[in-house]
């Protein structure tokens, strides 16, 4: 079943698969740019020297 489904996934035959692939799409986007986020407030939060010690 799960062999189907992934050939399913990697040629798409009809347009069932499509709103499954967006929306795929669309949550791997939001993870990257979470990801992207968070790593430049690291950076930032590194960069800002501590003054209250």
């Given at each position: ?33 979470t ?19």
């Amino acid at each position: 079943m799960e062999h189907g489904k992934l050939t399913s996934l990697l040629a798409p035959t009809g347009t069932a698969t499509l709103p499954l692939l967006h929306f795929v799409a669309y949550r791997l986007w939001w993870v990257v740019m979470t990801l992207t986020l968070v790593a430049a407030a690291a950076a930032l939060w590194r960069l800002v020297p501590r003054t209250t010690e």
